[in-house]
């Protein structure tokens, strides 16, 4: 039997549909699937009107299988100014937010995926926490949130005045991440507004509490909530992740490169996967090259805060939801809490000398 024209497939979703427009349609082979345009401020009842299309949907005749996907239209807001106005902490654009009680915000930010800024956001987190710092950490990676299996916190944030969200804790640290709110196989199919809105919802609609320091895990590169983030977040600078090769340095450069345009100073380079420290034999191997991250750092004149090597108890404690920072006898715990210490002498210097921004001179 032949499956239905796209005609007949609209017209059976817009039957049903009440606060969704239908978008997109795909049918092949009795599979169907169709985009579900919904506004965001009606996303609490998206789930039910999906379940309904794609009832409707499956009653067509030839119709093996329906889906439908959930997105997100909203006009874009106008774009902050690319310069701020000057102040402690650069990036101060339109629609600030403000983080009372927190001393210190600090962007970790890479230019590219695959550097392992999470694994170096979550470590570095638990090591300023050991130093006896009040320590926070947000995950504003909405599409691939990795903080709450990092950092080995299952459940759901509790809201505290009906709106606001308290942070979930754990090792020390109190946190935040989309991924406390959706289950591990959700996809979030959204677009650039509502990713922005979520991203800052996420960082000023939580009771933080009294934070020397707040860690924000950036996504990778240097896109809409990048941006947003940076000029609408108090941010006292930046660390940048990279490896040694080069093609992850050139994408470093560019990372440093929108914190300068939006005046937010550079707290220093990190470099992750330093050297490859067989489990076996113990031999170390630059299989990324070696000193990279170092040699940009004096090339930008930008702190270098340390290297971190690639070894396999790093990659299985990521996994089990155990930070290396916390155990004493980890190398690459003792590196992390080596970086903690220098990064915070940077953020203790950067309020030291007030807000005029290193100066780093990109070739």
């Known amino acids: 039997m032949a499956g239905p024209t796209e005609a007949e497939i609209r017209a059976a979703a817009d039957a049903v549909a009440r606060i969704g427009r239908v978008g997109g349609v795909a049918a092949k082979d009795g599979a169907v699937q169709v985009s579900l345009e919904v506004d965001p401020g009606r996303a609490g009842d998206a789930g039910n009107e999906r379940r309904a299309v794609e009832a409707a949907l499956a009653r067509l005749p030839g119709v093996t299988s329906a889906t439908v996907v ?23 654009g339109q629609g600030r937010i403000e983080l009372p009680g927190v001393r210190a915000v600090v962007a970790v930010a890479s230019g590219k995926g695959g550097v392992g800024k999470s694994t170096v956001a979550v470590n570095l987190a638990v090591a300023l926490a050991r130093q006896g710092l009040a320590v926070g950490l947000m995950d504003s990676d909405i599409y691939g949130p990795s903080l709450p299996r990092m950092m080995g916190i299952s459940g759901k944030p509790a809201l505290a005045g009906g709106k606001t969200l308290l942070p979930m804790r754990r090792w020390g640290v109190a946190c935040m991440s989309i991924g406390f709110l959706i289950s591990e196989e959700t996809a979030m199919i959204w677009r650039g507004p509502m990713v922005m809105s979520a991203v800052q919802q996420l960082v000023g609609d939580v009771a933080w509490g009294a934070l020397d320091i707040l860690l924000i895990d950036m996504p990778p590169g240097t896109g809409d909530a990048q941006l947003t983030l940076s000029q609408r977040v108090p941010l006292t600078g930046a660390v940048i992740v990279s490896t040694p090769q080069d093609i992850a340095l050139l994408d470093a450069r560019r990372g440093i490169a929108m914190f300068e345009k939006v005046e937010v100073p550079v707290l220093g380079l990190v470099e992750n996967m330093s050297v490859f420290v067989c489990p076996h034999c113990g031999e170390g191997t630059h299989i990324f090259g070696a000193g990279g991250a170092r040699a940009e750092a004096e090339t930008l004149g930008a702190p270098f805060l340390g290297e971190v090597p690639l070894v396999l108890e790093l990659r299985e404690r990521c996994d089990a939801g155990e930070p290396a920072a916390d155990d004493d006898a980890s190398p690459s715990g003792r590196a992390f809490r080596d970086i903690a210490a220098r990064l915070w002498q940077q953020v203790e210097n950067r309020r030291a000398t007030g807000p005029a921004p290193p100066r780093i001179v990109m070739e």
Request: charged share 15%.
């Open 70 to 92: 959930l997105t997100a239209e909203r006009a874009a807001p106008a774009p902050p100014a690319v310069r701020p106005p000057s102040g402690a902490g650069g990036g101060r």
